[in-house]
Structure formats: C-alpha cells, structure tokens
C-alpha cells in the first residue's frame, strides 16, 4: 500500500535551517510529481513546492521562494524540502503528498496520497 | 496567487445535502478543468474527495459530487451524515509554470 511518511520537523530559531524528508513506498516513486503543502496551526492548506516526476522542473509559492528547496532522490524514494532563512510564519504542519504521474499534468492538484505531516515551529 | 474563495462555515441536518462554493478567477477555477476538493479531519491529513472537478476516487461515496461554473466550482454533499462533520478546502490549478492554489476552507457541521 502506498505510504508516505515524513520527518526531519521540530523546533528551530529564526534565520536557522531544517531539512523535511518524505520516505515513499508502495508505489513507483519515480512516476510520480511530489508535491510539499502546508498548514499554519488553525489556519488552511498552503502549496508550498512541487518537483515534477523525473526533477526536471519544480515550482514554488512566493512566500517561500529564494529560502526553500524541492529535491527527490530516486535511489531512495524520498522527497526533501530544504528551508533556509526560517521565520516565524513557516511554522506549520508540513504534509508531503502525491501527485500526477501524467507528463503533462505535473501541475494539476490531485494530491492522492498525503503523509501524516511534522510540525516545523519556529521561535527564538 | 490569491487564496479561492470558500464560505467559512455550512451546515445541514442529517439526510439534507449541503452545497460549498469555491470562487475564483479566469485564471484559476474557471480557466481549467482542474479543481479538488479535500476533507480534513481534525488533527488528521487531509482526504482527497473529488479531482478534474467531478471525479471521484475510488472509496470515496457517491454522496460526494462535484461541479463548475464559470469561475465557481461547488461541492454537493447529499444524505448528510455525521461522520461527514470535517474542514473542506478546494483547490484548483493556475496553468503552467506556477503552482495552483487552495481555498481557505469551509467547516461543515452536522447539526
């Protein structure tokens, strides 16, 4: 069955950095966009980041553009999200997901499969 | 991008169907076939529940349906029942070489 299953979250000051890792399995990894999204406690989902099926583009919000950034490593089945310059309001509940494994619909936001999220807080 | 457009609550007695809106622009809902819907559960990851505006996954029960038109997608919810009380987000695409965006979500009570 597919699973996705993040870590990598915790406490951290600002202007400090975190990585996020999302292991996948039960499904072709490589086939498949990956995408990061977001939520801000009691707040609503938020895109952050998505990297097409082979990394060969990826795309993100603006409120994390220049500080975060999507990789995936096959060998591994394991998406990443590496977040520089961390402030305040990136504290969030951050969810890896499963996109589109169609090569002209990397973009389309049919998030099959979610992981179970890790809480990113940022606070001096 | 801005955030599409939800109610901030709804809801309906058991048995009754409920409706939620997700407004948009030309840009977004209403340029392409592309919008989701997605129940959250408190504390819980979010469910896919409907893709390409009327699909339903396979599990998902025929209660859920979905619609567009124009620049406004809907949600119908119809044989309310109480395990349906949850968070609803749309999403939709935003075309090529940028990202999509979320609604900033409808609560449904069961009453």
């Known amino acids: 069955q597919v699973q996705l299953v993040e870590s990598g979250g915790g406490v951290v000051q600002p202007g400090r950095s975190l990585r996020l890792s999302c292991a996948a399995s039960g499904f072709t990894f490589s086939y498949y966009a990956m995408h990061w999204v977001r939520q801000a406690p009691g707040k609503g989902l938020e895109w952050v980041a998505v990297?097409?099926?082979?990394?060969?583009?990826?795309y993100y919000a603006d409120s994390v553009k220049g500080r975060f950034t999507i990789s995936r490593d096959k060998s591994k089945n394991t998406l990443y999200l590496q977040m520089n310059s961390l402030r305040a309001e990136d504290t969030a509940v951050y969810y890896c997901?499963?996109?589109?494994?169609?090569?002209?619909?990397?973009?389309?936001?049919?998030?099959?499969?979610w992981g179970q999220g890790t809480l990113v807080t940022v606070s001096s | 991008q801005s955030a599409l457009t939800q109610p901030r609550s709804v809801s309906g007695s058991p048995g009754q169907s409920v409706t939620i809106s997700c407004t948009g622009t030309s840009s977004d809902v209403g340029g392409y076939n592309y919008v989701s819907w997605y129940q959250q559960n408190t504390g819980k990851a979010p469910k896919l529940m409907i893709y390409?505006?009327?699909k339903r996954p396979s599990g998902v029960p025929d209660r859920f349906s979905g619609s567009k038109s124009g620049n406004t997608a809907s949600l119908t919810i119809s044989g309310l029942q109480s395990e349906d009380e949850a968070d609803y987000y749309c999403c939709s695409y935003a075309g090529s070489y940028t990202l999509g965006v979320f609604g900033g979500g409808t609560k449904l009570t069961v009453l």
């Open positions: 990297i097409y099926y082979d990394g060969s583009n990826k």
């Open positions: 390409d505006v009327s």
């Open positions: 997901a499963r996109g589109s494994d169609d090569v002209w619909q990397q973009l389309v936001p049919n998030f099959d499969y």
